[in-house]
């Protein structure tokens, strides 16, 4: 409706009172939403389309303060019973708050899935992703089969990587000595690697002496049992130190390095690894040879094509 023309302001205290008094919120004004005014003649006129309502009282205020204070139902369970949500209510209306997760000494993390996943990664490389753990003395030939097997491969159009455990320990893990706690660390830390390898499809080649079976068990766990082939490098001690590449063992012979593996400190042979490698004092087959015959696993059981 129109609203009768009003009055021009006045001056004086009368005035004041008369403008005080049409303040909107002021004691006896009313609020208006969506109204258009226009100026003309001798005052100005109101279109107005709706008042806002107000509380009539200080107990219905108080009401619905308590009523906007008080904390959002819980969120149904989703359906298929996964933990998505955890049920309380966000900042943000109609957001519900993702579950996060402990993990060791992280907190508060999630898991963010991707569309492309493995078998689409594998789908592309024509190949499935695996860990091909060699493990042995040092000098029993494990970087020496690991660069010939990532060349047999490579030459077959396959995409392989190769952690060798002197590599890794010039960047990832140079912050790791060679004390039992440390060396568990880096078999750790190396097995964490090649599970992000062979999940984006590619063959890892993993060689370290990792003496101990519990660290390479750990290291199996992280991956499908079947996509983990231990080669075990199994050459004397006495062939090993003959060839003594570093001069590690003649130092440890020495007192030099302490807790070296084989001469002060045990390796732990697999004992339910896929592949073998014998190696004779007189009688050892050539590089080439022992990478045949971890590619012929390979191709028998499935990972060189998809």
Known sequence: MLAKPLPRPCSGADGAARRRAAAPGSPGSVGLTGGVTTRGGAGVKL???????RPTSVVVAAARDRTEAAPAAPAPAPADGKNVFNGSASAVPGINKLVTSTVGKSTNILWHDCPIGQTERQKLLNQKGCVVW????SGSGKSTLACALTRELHSRGHLTYVLDGDNVRHGLNKDLSFKAEDRAENIRRVGEVAKLFADAGLICIASLISPYRSDRRACRDLVPSSSFIEVFLNVPLEVCEARDPKGLYKLARAGKIKGFTGIDDPYEPPSDCEIV?????EDCPSP????EQVVSYLEANGFLQN
């Open 288 to 291: 080439k040879s022992m990478a």
């Open 277 to 281: 490698i014998q190696c004779k004092v």
């Open 134 to 137: 060699i493990t042995g003395l």
């Open 47 to 53: 279109i107005v389309a709706a008042a806002r309502p």
